[in-house]
């Protein structure tokens, strides 16, 4: 990738053209990638796929031994520093590498929990004596990490922990009291990121061993989905802590906790599509196998539009994901220490808010319609859907519940905005301007011309309507929660719509026409629904936030950016159904 090609900001897909900058795809992935990934597979299909029943039966000790199997294959230090005992490997490689383990959602998750919000604090937030003592063994699989932040009276609202943490009259030990709720990989771990306030009011994260006095794990938790993976309580009485074991700064705790979370939305988002591309492999494998009134159901058109629009999901949550992986990647390259790291994570927060609610939500319906299409067998648990099914269901309220992950979205585009840090309201005046003047953007030249002329009409709407938003509101939008959830829909949209258009246009510059025709088709499934939604969300949030004096016209500037197009939808879905079906799953992997 051309580093002058990549470089914008977060949030720059709001108002920067369609192809004002190359993007990370899978098209681009390179040799080592691939073959790193394809490790991942190998290593999902010959040591997990075959103990699921055990899996799922939490088996004493199988996902800890198979974690650290994992661990003498390399496969979970992708992340650490070579300078200690990792491989060093950019963010696209490692969600690449994620995305090959989300078959069985209690391995992903458990792993994820390791590799990820388990590790991760100590690799940009440890001083080098803690990357020393933790990350080797942590990179090998010797020891494995999990992160203790949720408590049983603050789960969204993490800031309002109840632990403590008190410094011991000789100063060498921190004294923690509390207890933590829902822990990952608890049963098992060896390391816990464990966050406390420090005097009952400085948010502090601390580096936690397992042998710890003071320290005692609960039951394991009896769950809906990921059965397999371990789910306890921490409690902390007198709990006694190195002072060399604060992690970060007294009091900014929260700077490790938001930016780890970043992360690992990320993993989750380009994770869970992996999950719906297993999710389409079940669904086709039954649906090419099973038939009905003398033929295979997959050939029945309902059946087959749900093949396809999953595959349509799958097409977007890659783009999006690994075109966020990619700016990811761009901004880490530039910067000179953690501190830089951890700011070019920060940086793309919205995009990182937005995947992780389309890949979880994509994957309960891709889950959903595999146990649909199984029909009444899909009920039944000698079939993995049901597993599936009951699986993803947890996505939606990790990292952060997808509520709150919609309301970061505009909050965050207008708080940067205010700041000066992003040239919204620049744009926004001058899209109020031009719709005045009538000079709405014209047609593109060139392949997609139609669907980049929409995705600049949705830009211009979205931009449109956070203005009104912010002006009718003012001091207390985040009151209005109903229209900054439909608000975050729409900026979605527009990712969305801009990534795979652009990711489109990249494989019509490289690729084979079989290749062109299935990116051309997921355009023409996904960016008309997309900017129907858009344009449908506009009005109606217009309807509930504008009087009757002003209503006409800002509907009216609306209007101006519609348009009908024949998009032959239904055409391009039946081609995608049969490409899904030759190809046993997603066609253009």
């Known amino acids: ?84 005992g990792g491989l060093g490997l950019d963010k696209t490689t490692s969600m690449l590498l994620a995305e090959q383990f989300s078959r069985v959602g209690s391995f992903s998750v458990s792993l994820g929990a390791h590799t990820g919000i388990g590790t991760m604090p100590i690799v940009y937030f440890g001083t080098p004596e803690q990357k020393a ?30 632990t403590r943490a008190v410094l011991s009259p000789d100063k060498q030990h921190w004294i923690l009291n509390g207890t933590k709720q829902f822990i990952t990989n608890a049963g098992f771990a060896d390391v816990f990121t464990v966050f406390a306030k420090v005097d009952g009011e400085q948010f502090t994260a601390f580096i936690v061993d397992r042998t710890t006095p003071g320290l005692s794990v609960g039951p394991e938790e009896h769950k809906m989905g990921i059965r397999g993976s371990s789910t306890c309580s921490l409690t902390f009485e007198d709990a006694t802590v190195p002072a060399a074991n604060v992690l970060g700064e007294i009091g900014k705790g929260h700077r490790i906790a938001f930016n780890i979370l970043n992360v690992g939305r990320i993993k989750l988002g380009v994770g869970t599509i992996g999950a719906c591309k297993y999710a389409l492999e079940l ?37 999006m994901g690994y075109r966020t992986t990619g700016l990811v990647d761009e901004d880490m390259a530039r910067a000179s220490d953690d501190a830089g790291q951890v700011a070019a994570i920060e940086e793309f927060s919205v995009e990182a808010s937005i995947i992780k609610v389309f890949g979880s939500e994509a994957l309960d319906y891709c889950a959903d319609e595999t146990v649909q299409i199984h029909g009444g067998y899909g009920f039944i648990e000698e079939y993995d859907a049901p597993r599936l099914l009951r699986d993803s269901r947890i996505n939606r309220i990790f990292e952060g519940t997808n509520e709150i992950n919609r309301l970061i979205v505009p909050a965050t585009i ?74 975050a829909d729409m900026i979605a949209r527009v990712y969305e719509i801009d990534s795979v258009v652009q990711r489109a246009r990249q494989i019509f510059a490289g690729s084979d026409e079989g290749r062109k025709q299935i990116a051309r088709d997921m355009v023409i499934s996904h960016v008309p629904r997309a900017y129907g939604f858009v344009v449908h969300t506009a009005r109606h949030v217009l309807m509930d936030i504008c009087d009757e004096a002003s209503l006409d016209s800002h509907l009216g500037a609306i209007d101006s950016l519609r348009m009908d197009w024949p998009c032959k939808v239904i055409e391009a879905q039946r081609r995608l159904a049969a490409a899904v079906v030759a190809a046993d799953g997603y066609p253009i992997g």
């Open 1 to 84: 990738m051309n580093e002058e090609t990549m470089s914008t900001v977060g949030a720059g897909f709001l108002w920067m053209p369609v192809g004002t900058c190359e993007v990370m795809a899978p098209e681009a992935f390179s040799d080592e990638q691939r073959a790193l990934a394809q490790a991942g597979r190998d290593f999902s299909e010959k040591e997990i796929l075959p103990k699921l029943a055990e899996i799922e039966a939490k088996t004493p000790g199988l996902m800890p031994e198979l974690l650290r199997k994992a661990g003498d294959l390399g496969l979970l230090m992708v992340d650490v520093p070579e300078g200690y």
């Open 133 to 162: 003592a933790y990350l080797p063994d942590l990179a090998s699989g010797k020891r494995l990490a999990a992160y203790a932040l949720t408590e049983a009276t603050s789960g969204s609202d993490a800031l309002a922990a109840k």
């Open 414 to 487: 207008l708080r940067r905005a205010l700041k000066g840090e992003i040239p919204l309201i620049e744009h926004s005046v001058d899209v109020r301007r031009r719709l005045e003047q009538g000079n709405v953007p014209g047609r593109a030249d060139g392949e997609l011309a139609t669907e980049v002329q929409v995705a600049e009409f949705c830009k211009w709407i979205t931009i449109y309507i956070l203005a009104v938003m912010a002006e009718t509101y003012q001091a207390k939008l985040a009151e209005e929660q109903e229209v900054l959830g439909a608000v």
């Open 283 to 319: 669904a086709t494998r039954y649906a090419k196998e099973r038939e009905q009134f003398g033929k295979p159901i997959a050939s029945f058109g309902l059946v087959a539009n749900k093949l396809a629009e999953m595959a349509t999901r799958i097409f977007v949550g890659e783009s």
